[in-house]
């Protein structure tokens, strides 16, 4: 057997840095971040504790790591360009991608908020939204600012909040949820109609 090339033992080391990331989220979900030892998951993801360590300093280490895996989730398909800021094309693809991949991760996405709500989770969670989420926040104040919105940064944090709040609805119906209705009137509520259509 010939030895592996460069580009071969890259990809398994990703393929087993994303199988222990899986498992962690899972097992920190459902037993809890406390609950969850470094040794379950290595035995979780099938393979040794010394292993997992090359990959992760430590539990917490590996649960920064899991938590920013899941916001950049979260906001990947907006493909943010900072300078460039946004437009009504842009919110409108990631509005029927994030309501798309509700239906398809729904696993994720209900492993994901089991452990943001965890009290001992959250100061590390907010830590990693505020790195995430911020320049998304300004880019939809700038985005609603210049739709003639009187207060736009409420409008945009409104925007996330009613994103968050589907999700977790969805998840916890356990998908009986009339999705598609929704996402045609967040559609409505936040792109099509105008301030002046409400008399502001």
């Not at 990809?11 to 809890?32: Q, S, Y």
């Not at 996330?160 to 119906?173: C, E, Q, R």
Request: aromatic residues 12%; without cysteine.
């Amino acid at each position: 057997m010939s030895p592996r090339r460069p580009e071969q033992w890259k990809k398994i080391r990703l393929e087993k840095r994303e199988k222990i990331l899986d498992t962690a989220l899972e097992l920190f979900a459902t037993h809890g971040y406390h609950g969850s030892s470094v040794s379950m998951i290595a035995r979780k993801a099938g393979i040794s504790k010394g292993l997992l360590y090359t990959y992760f300093d430590n539990k917490e280490h590996l649960l920064r790591e899991v938590l920013a895996n899941g916001m950049d989730e979260l906001i990947r398909d907006l493909h943010l360009i900072p300078d460039q800021g946004i437009n009504r094309e842009m919110l409108l693809s990631y509005i029927e991608l994030t309501f798309g991949r509700l239906k398809e991760s729904t696993r994720f996405y209900q492993l994901f908020f089991s452990l943001v709500v965890q009290p001992s989770v959250l100061p590390i969670f907010r830590q990693q939204f505020i790195e995430r989420i911020l320049p998304l926040m300004k880019l939809l104040e700038k985005y609603f600012e210049e739709q003639g919105e009187q207060d736009p940064l409420a409008k945009a944090y409104l925007f996330i909040a009613i994103l968050d709040g589907v999700g977790m609805d969805y998840i916890a119906t356990g998908g009986i949820y009339p999705l598609e209705k929704l996402k045609d009137l967040f559609i409505h509520l936040f792109l099509d109609e105008q301030p002046e259509k409400r008399g502001t």
